[in-house]
């Protein structure tokens, strides 16, 4: 299971309608990275793949902020990622694809290689040659190969420094990604991410709410002002993997950003798809918790086990009430308002399209893919089936991975809206997987099985460049 979840608070006190002033926004270019992602002999001496880390900021004392695109349209950055992409891409691998294969065995050995002779690991490698999702795995006994599928396309960073493609804007696969959920899933049954406040100082928060207070609209605006400062930074905890990783910061933008649209504060851009905020009406205090599961149609597999096909929309939200007492431990409610469950219904429908659009939410995707397709590696033995021994990606000494400030802390947000005779509002306070469990519940025999085998047979017979054994697309 992976889980995403975000704490948050309903608070309704009885007032005056007033406008808030709008979130201030920060246009800066995101992360502040530490070190190159070529990494050779673990001195971060690397080359130009070390790109931020997306839409957040994380400071040298890991305080997460958000990192806002001035183009909000995409027009004039998608015609900027046209033309980076034409400048740095060669021609074959700066097009659509709807199926590219990339062998995992020979992109090892080209990492390999580009370490042996101290030359930076190029875009193209880093990134897969555009691979956007994991769609298909097909094992080659025969050719002693291990191959990954999926759509693909040319690709350039986007305005806030994440890698996209250069038309459809999504995300696109990562070796670091892929090198740190091997690395980890050997040993951890789980990974994952949570931002929660402090308990103290939600306790402060509950004693506050009790008290109450005036009710003109100045005074109701300043109030909610002190429940920021009162519940203060909320503390990140990334598990199972390094936080300073790509990995463990993407975690943590998901989390953070999916609670801002929870709350109002961020614009997904999703038609039909509201905040929980707009949803819910007067009810005195509550806590909602947010959480992802993983939701694939199915793992199908091929009877003779050399073929799979993850087939779905990769994630689901989910949700229940919170209840927290005064020394601010917080317990699961008995019940569950229906604008939670409304919202985590309404935003389960919508994941697809903001995954197409909020690119943070296809990079959720990403990883979780790398994490069940690294699982199904164990469960199904496959690297022993083509006895590939992953000896550089194993080798944390040989080949390091990019790595950001660690994310951890947050500031607690505020936002609120007139309804009947009160004001309510919404104070925001991560991600689990277990791969494993995943699999278990989504693996079954593909029903076309024989179509299945067959395709792998037609990734074997494509087919490839010269110029880069490694990657190829299926034939036209």
């Known amino acids: 299971m992976l889980v995403l979840a975000s704490l948050l608070t309903l608070l309704v006190i009885a007032g005056t309608p007033f406008v808030p002033q709008s979130d201030g926004q920060v246009n800066n270019q995101g992360g502040n990275n530490q070190g190159g992602n070529n990494n050779q002999g673990g001195n971060n001496q690397g080359g130009n793949n070390n790109r931020n880390a997306g839409g957040i900021k994380i400071d ?198 999916m609670k801002r649209i929870s709350m109002g504060l961020e614009n997904p851009g999703v038609k039909g798809l509201k905040s929980h905020l707009a949803m819910i009406g007067a009810g005195g205090n509550a806590m909602q918790r947010w959480w992802f599961v993983p939701l694939y149609d199915a793992i199908y597999r091929s009877e003779d086990g050399l073929a799979y096909r993850f087939a779905g929309q990769r994630l689901q939200l989910l949700a229940e009430e919170e209840l927290a007492d005064a020394a601010g431990n917080r317990s699961a409610a008995a019940n569950t308002r229906v604008s939670t469950k409304a919202f985590a219904k309404q935003f389960t429908e919508k994941f697809p399209e903001l995954a197409a659009k909020s690119a943070i939410f296809g990079e959720l995707q990403n990883l979780t893919d790398w994490a069940v397709f690294v699982a199904l590696m164990q469960k199904e033995n496959l690297p022993e089936k083509v006895e590939w021994k992953m000896t550089t990606l194993l080798d944390e000494k040989q080949l390091t991975v990019p790595t950001y400030n660690a994310p951890k802390t947050v500031p607690s947000s505020v936002n609120y809206k007139r309804t009947g005779n009160s004001i309510v509002g919404l104070v925001g306070g991560g991600v689990l997987i277990t791969p494993n469990r995943t699999l278990h519940k989504s693996m079954t025999t593909a029903p076309d099985s024989q179509r299945l085998e067959s395709a792998r047979q037609l990734a074997t017979s494509t087919n490839r460049s010269e110029a880069h054994r490694w990657w190829w697309d299926a034939s036209k």
Do not use: W
């Open 60 to 257: 040298a004392s890991g305080v997460v902020s958000l990192a806002v695109a001035t183009d909000t349209t995409g027009t004039l950055d998608k015609k900027r990622r046209e033309a980076v992409a034409k400048k740095t891409l060669n021609a074959d691998i700066n097009q659509f694809s709807k199926l590219r294969y990339v062998s995992l065995v020979e992109l090892e050995q080209v990492v390999a290689h580009l370490l042996t002779e101290q030359k930076p690991i190029p875009d193209e490698v880093f990134y897969l040659a555009g691979l956007q999702q994991i769609s298909e795995v097909y094992v080659l006994p025969e050719t002693k190969d291990l191959i990954i599928a999926g759509p693909a396309e040319g690709f350039a960073p986007d305005a806030v420094g994440r890698m996209v493609g250069v038309n459809s804007g999504r995300p696109v696969l990562r070796l670091d990604d892929f090198v740190v959920a091997l690395r980890t899933l050997a040993h951890e049954r789980e990974v994952g991410c949570s931002i929660d406040p402090v308990p103290a100082r939600l306790a402060e928060l509950q004693r506050f709410i009790k008290q109450g207070g005036p009710s003109t609209a100045e005074a109701v605006e300043a109030r909610f002002n002190q429940m920021d400062d009162i519940l203060g930074m909320q503390t990140v905890r990334v598990d199972g993997v390094p936080a300073e990783s790509h990995f463990g910061v993407a975690f943590v933008e998901a989390d953070y950003r």
